[in-house]
């Protein structure tokens, strides 16, 4: 009695043991350096909030370091998906590893992007596979274009204006150099 009910605890725990099992493997998953190599930046945030919005939770994630692509701003916009295989909704105050392709105004981390919590153990794999990383790239702001303000209640003198005393000069010496050949 004792090896049957042994047996059937035994198939029992496996068959619980499988169908978990089963049901993670349905679901994409990629190794970190696997992860690290698909994705277009690779860089560790704190998620300041995060919202549901359609088939999206957006999170802003105030970026420290980035390890690969470009991040032009030190505030990100964040999308995960909310199916039974997306990333679901970022925690907030939570700092993570985040690996992500561009996604119009937001980075799009799936649910093979390979963006977790980030552990040491994480963050130490990440560091070995793409160095030490640095701060985001503040993009300069575009130049302002200058504005020009009439000072006074005077309005700019019309050509012939501030041409006349030029003209006059030019007559003046004209009619000397006629005097001058003249009499010489």
């Known amino acids: ?31 970190p350096a696997v992860a690290m190599a698909g994705a277009t930046v690779v860089f560790t945030g ?29 505030e990100v916009r964040v999308k995960t998906g909310t199916g039974k295989c997306g990333l679901g909704q970022l925690a907030t105050d939570e700092r993570y590893v985040v690996m992500a392709a561009p996604d119009g105004d937001a980075w799009l981390a799936r ?18 596979v793409l160095g030490p990383g640095t701060a985001p790239v503040e993009t300069a702001p575009e130049p302002t274009t200058p ?29 000397g150099l006629l005097a001058v050949r003249r009499f010489a």
């Open 147 to 175: 504005t020009y303000t009439l000072v006074g209640d005077e309005t700019p003198p019309e050509f012939l204006r501030a041409a006349a005393p030029g003209l006059a000069l030019a007559l003046v010496g004209l009619l």
């Open 46 to 74: 704190v998620v300041t909030s995060s919202e549901p919005s359609d088939a999206w939770f957006v999170s802003t994630v105030q970026v420290d370091r980035v390890y690969k692509g470009e991040v032009t701003t030190a």
């Open 1 to 31: 009695m004792r090896r049957l009910l042994a047996l059937l605890l035994t198939t029992l725990a496996l068959s619980v043991a499988g169908g978990t099992s089963y049901a993670a493997r349905s679901c994409p998953t990629s190794a």
């Open 111 to 128: 649910p093979d992007s390979g963006t977790s919590v980030a552990t040491d153990a994480l963050l130490a794999q990440v560091q070995t």
